[in-house]
Nanobody
Framework: EVQLVESGGGLVQAGGSLRLSCAAS????????IGWFRQAPGKEREGVSC????????YYARSVKGRFTISSDNAKNTMYLQMENLKPEDTAVYYC????????????????????WGRGTLVTVSS
């Protein structure tokens, strides 16, 4: 079965850190474009950070640049999102995803050839 499973969410105070993990099974993560997305209550889903499968380039949303770091461990078939200096506005459900796509997976919502999504993990940042 092809799936992604997120973990690592929780409640943290502003200024704190969390590391999200996303374990893939049924396929090889390194063959896909990968990314982290989030959706806050009442807001549209936002691409937080993505890694291109074509050239390994990394994208960060402006709101998280300098605070979040995306990475992957091919041996563990797992991707990560290290989040530092968290702010209340980072509160959201965070999803990992993998794509077969020639498009920018973080900023283009539709038109990808294949998408695999996790179920999400809640991150709550208290002020």
């Amino acid at each position: 079965e092809v799936q992604l499973v997120e973990s690592g969410g929780g409640l943290v105070q502003a200024g704190g850190s969390l590391r999200l993990s996303c374990a893939a099974s049924g396929f090889t993560l390194a063959d896909y474009a990968i990314g982290w997305f989030r959706q806050a209550p009442g807001k549209e889903r936002e691409g937080v950070s993505c890694i291109s499968s074509a050239n390994g380039s990394i994208y960060y949303a402006r709101s998280v640049k300098g605070r979040f770091t995306i990475s992957s461990d091919n041996a563990k078939n797992t991707m990560y999102l290290q989040m530092e200096n968290l702010k209340p506005e980072d509160t959201a459900v965070y999803y990992c995803a993998a794509f077969v796509s020639s498009l920018h997976v973080c900023t283009v919502v539709a038109g990808h050839s294949l998408e695999v999504w996790g179920r999400g993990t809640l991150v709550t940042v208290s002020s």
